[in-house]
């Protein structure tokens, strides 16, 4: 989990760079999270993309979505999370992520 402004996160591959981050943000929507998660695996070549969760929910409920399909997404699934500052600073969290932690030359902002 990175607190705050994003740094390292053991749970991207760094070794399998992708072109694509795509970053959801969300606050208490965990039943949509979930389905949002699940349709993408579906329906990405995981290969090209990455995806993040960028939360600032302080009690942890997307922190147990996230987990859940963690092995599923097998590495190609972060989370970012920070103090609660509503959802235009909360996607800028997914954007300094993308420009920080990735090599990506797109990324997706959803919520």
């Known amino acids: 989990m990175t607190e705050g ?6 749970t991207l591959n760094p070794d399998k760079p992708s072109s694509i981050t795509i970053a959801v943000s969300t606050y208490k929507k965990n039943a949509a ?9 579906k329906f990405m070549d995981h290969e090209l993309v990455q ?8 009690n942890g409920e997307a922190r147990e979505v996230f987990e859940e399909f963690q092995e599923l997404y097998a590495g190609k699934l972060a989370y ?30 959803s919520d």
Do not use: C, Q, S
């Open 80 to 109: 970012v999370t920070g103090p609660r500052v509503g959802i235009a600073k909360n996607k800028n969290r997914g954007l300094l992520y993308f420009m920080t932690k990735t090599e990506d030359t797109h990324v997706i902002l």
């Open 33 to 41: 999270l979930r389905v949002w998660l699940e349709t993408l695996h």
């Open 51 to 58: 995806h993040v969760v960028i939360t600032d929910d302080n």
């Open 5 to 10: 402004i994003p740094g390292e996160n053991p």
